[in-house]
Every structure is written in C-alpha cells, then in structure tokens.
C-alpha cells in the first residue's frame, strides 16, 4: 500500500540547504522528508513556519554589519 505524505518543496542555494540539514538534525522534530538535489528539499507542510522562523535565525548570525570608527 502507498503512503502519501503532505510536504512543500523548497528551492534553496546549497548553502541554504546545509543549515536545514543542521535545523533538522538538532531539532526536536525532524522536518525533512526527502533531499531531492542539492538545490531542493521536501519537507513537511506543518513545519513550515517554525522553519522559516529558524532559518531566519540562523541566517541573522551569519549577518556582517560594518561597525563605523
């Protein structure tokens, strides 16, 4: 029998893709249904929102602001 899963896909750079790898694997729900490429990932339609509130965490820290002298 055939089990369908609800998920959304999501294009990214691979960079991107990298940090939801990351998110999935040290969260407390995994998200991740399926790595397609190394630019797309499945993943689950209820985690959508929480991912986009942690990716936009994730990518803050990386953020460079110039300090002026």
Request: hydrophobic residues 40%; negative net charge; proline residues 1%.
């Amino acid at each position: 029998m055939v089990k369908a899963t609800k998920g959304v896909l999501v294009t990214c750079d691979p960079a991107v893709k990298q940090i939801l790898l990351q998110l999935d694997e040290t969260g407390n729900e995994r998200f991740i249904i399926q790595e397609l490429d190394d630019t797309h990932v499945l993943i689950s339609a209820d985690s959508v929102e929480r991912i986009k509130e942690d990716l936009q965490i994730e990518l803050e820290k990386n953020n460079y602001t110039q300090v002026e002298l």
